[in-house]
């Protein structure tokens, strides 16, 4: 099957620190990534949704200037958290779509990124 | 705002039993409908997928979907201790749409 790729998957650092993670499609070209950040006892949040070669949207109330979205190619995206406070700590979980012969195709996820800032 | 609706639980079920996990989804133009099943500290792992009205089975696993009362459901027969986890509910609008979660119903199953 699909396989998504995520790197790294737990990062500590200190408050202030700008962290990037990445996420690649490994075996198909992924026109669109999406992100999703889960704080602890709760549910996935779609943060924001990339096509390649063009900017990320983002959801309301999820700041594009401190969420930083690259997607340069159809098998890369990256997220970066910058200037990350112990607010910012969560589990950031990256899937990824592909264009298909058959359109409803589910998304296929990354093995996530755990961040923790002191 | 889209809103998908699940019973936290705890919900218990003795071994071998069915277990049984509903969800139902405010937006009414949803078109993709997902059961994800989550360990501790772990990623979702996609259990089901289901497009269309009626019922879709995979080996242990039935999803039921019913668009007129917006309600998904999935089904577990003979329920194993390993299927004890998280079990999320997403929708999305289809395509390269964004999937909305439900909070999720935590299965404990009992030996």
């Known amino acids: 099957g699909a396989v998504v790729s995520q790197h790294p998957s737990w990062v500590i650092c200190k408050s202030g620190t700008s962290v990037k993670i990445e996420c690649r499609s490994l075996?198909?070209?992924?026109?669109?990534m999406f992100w999703y950040r889960q704080f602890p006892k709760q549910s996935l949040m779609l943060m924001a949704t990339s096509n390649e070669g063009s900017k990320a949207t983002y959801e309301q109330g999820v700041e594009k200037d401190k969420f930083l979205i690259n997607h340069a190619s159809l098998t890369l995206s990256t997220l970066t958290v910058t200037s990350a406070h112990p607010e910012d700590s969560s589990f950031y979980i990256c899937?990824?779509?592909?264009?298909?012969?058959?359109?409803?195709?589910?998304?296929?996820f990354g093995d996530g990124t755990r961040l923790s800032i002191l | 705002q889209k809103e998908v609706e699940q019973n936290s639980g705890p919900l218990s079920v003795p071994e071998g039993a069915i277990a049984s996990l509903n969800c139902t989804y405010s937006?009414?133009?949803?078109?993709?409908f997902f059961w994800y099943r989550q360990y501790s500290g772990k990623s979702p792992e996609l259990i089901m997928s289901i497009y269309s009205n009626g019922d879709k089975e995979d080996g242990r696993f039935t999803a039921q979907l019913n668009k007129a009362s917006q309600y998904v459901s999935l089904l577990i027969r003979d329920s194993q201790p390993s299927d004890s986890a998280t079990y999320l509910c997403?929708?999305?609008?289809?395509?390269?749409?964004?999937?909305?979660f439900g909070k999720g119903t935590h299965l404990i199953i009992q030996p």
């Open positions: 937006d009414r133009v949803s078109q993709s």
């Open positions: 075996d198909f070209q992924a026109t669109t």
């Open positions: 997403a929708v999305s609008g289809g395509g390269a749409d964004g999937l909305t």
């Open positions: 899937s990824a779509y592909g264009l298909t012969a058959f359109s409803n195709q589910p998304q296929h």
